[in-house]
């Protein structure tokens, strides 16, 4: 008589029990890929490469055909496959690493290529659709549906609506998205759908079964990147559209040597008011290279600080970059500006300045000179760039104010868009 075992859940198992337990994913799934509170009926998740999408896709598939929890508690039999081509639902859906078959445990379901479909011993069936025929989705019908990669889909719109029709079978028809994201027009409007639920999935938390060297070296190939947020870190970048910057103008990252700028000042746009719901105080500092372009070093911009916080961080960047001086508005403050950074180190030269356009006219100078290629970046900056890309005619599509903008728009215009003499700076 085999010896019996205690399982995760305190229950007395067989051995055969207990080997089969072991099997199962709740032993290696990562929090966000198991539902412990049950899988939504319409469910986004968002992912970088590797991240275990198509794992948590194939997996979600195996729990409704045998009505396992968390993902349902009841059998499904007819689930809709949907990939951007049919060799795509069979290689990566289907006979993948991390597809139906590979995930499969005890039965496993037969693969009938002639009518794109698969079959299961319990009766279960899932058919094959593609992007490219979304006619094919018209008149089936389904109770579930998983679907692949939909931000490369071909007939995006096309496809995914008449798939909608189709699911109308059970009391709860549900369907999964897995897919690493692209700001195209259908994923932004499931994004926003608050009928769908999104769940977000980096490369790095799946770096457990995925070969270390690929880890490091996309991570410092493309690390904060355009390219490595969205294919990395599974996050949604879009430009908005009559923005001042498109992120083509911002993605060439061209380091500089300290010692061919000629000057080097640091820019502060200080909040209105001080604490935690404050603006940011936006702190950028550029320099200009003997090239006569200019170079943006530093994004050291402060959330919620205090006057003594933002200007202990400004003067910071100043010493560690051997600036030629603090450029400061003063529209919000005046002379208090000039005050508290006295207080944090009183020789640091202080020029300030003072808008008398509005936000959008005075970035628009700065704005052609990065489409002359007349200013570069010296690493990434993300939060600028979002910001930078965000930024309209009525200035950002939120409600933040553009702080990052407005500290880069003074850096750039001091060293580029002033007199092309010394500046008159006020020494403290």
């Known amino acids: 008589m085999p010896e019996d075992k205690t399982g995760v859940t305190g229950l007395v198992l067989s ?32 992912g970088g490469r ?39 639902v069979r290689e990566v859906m289907i006979e993948g690493p991390s597809g139906l078959f590979a995930i499969s445990r005890g039965e496993r379901p037969r693969l009938e290529v002639l009518r794109r479909r698969l079959l299961w011993d319990n009766g279960a069936v899932a058919q094959m659709f593609s992007s490219d025929a979304p006619e094919g989705l018209r008149g089936p019908q389904f109770d579930a549906a998983w679907c692949d990669e939909l931000g490369k889909w071909r007939n995006a719109d096309e496809t995914f609506d008449m798939l909608q029709f189709g699911l109308r079978l059970g009391t709860r028809p549900s369907q999964i998205v897995t897919t690493t994201p692209r700001a195209t027009p259908l994923m932004k409007r499931l994004v926003r759908d608050p009928a769908f639920t999104v769940s977000r999935m980096r490369t790095h938390d799946n770096a457990g079964n995925l070969a270390a060297s690929f880890i490091a070296a996309v991570e410092k190939r493309y690390a904060a990147t355009r390219l490595g947020r969205q294919e990395l870190d599974g996050e949604l970048i ?7 910057w498109v992120r083509e103008q911002l993605e060439m990252v061209v380091p500089v040597d300290g010692g061919s700028l000629r000057r080097i000042v640091v820019a502060v746009d200080p909040p209105a008011t001080s604490g935690r719901n404050s603006n940011a105080c936006g702190i950028v500092a550029a320099g200009l290279g003997v090239d006569e372009r200019a170079y943006v070093l530093a994004d ?14 400004a003067i910071a960047l100043y010493h560690r970059l051997g600036a030629d001086a603090i450029v400061a508005e003063t529209n919000q403050g ?20 003072r808008a008398t356009r509005g936000k959008w006219l005075r970035a628009e100078p700065v704005a052609a000179l990065y489409m002359q290629g007349m200013v570069r970046h010296g690493a990434h900056f993300p939060k600028l760039c979002d910001e930078m890309c965000d930024f309209g005619p009525d200035g950002l599509s939120g409600t933040a104010s553009p702080d990052r903008v407005d500290a880069l728009v003074w850096a750039i215009s001091e060293l580029m868009l002033g007199p092309q003499s010394e500046p008159q700076i006020r020494h403290l």
Do not use: C
């Open 15 to 46: 051995e055969r029990q207990y080997a089969l337990a072991g099997r199962e994913w709740v032993r290696h799934a990562r929090k966000e890929q198991y539902p412990l509170g049950g899988a939504p009926a319409n469910w986004l998740v968002i």
């Open 50 to 88: 590797g991240a275990g999408k198509t794992r948590l896709g194939a997996e979600w598939v195996h729990g409704f055909v045998h009505g396992l929890m968390p993902f349902t508690r009841r059998r499904h039999g007819l689930i809709a496959l949907v990939g951007e081509t049919l060799g795509d």
């Open 238 to 244: 879009e430009d908005r559209e009559g923005a001042l």
């Open 300 to 313: 050291a911009t402060v959330q919620g600080a205090q006057p003594q916080e933002w200007a202990r961080a």
């Open 334 to 353: 005046g002379d208090m500006v000039a005050a508290v950074l006295r207080t944090v180190d009183p020789r640091v030269p202080v020029k300030s300045v």
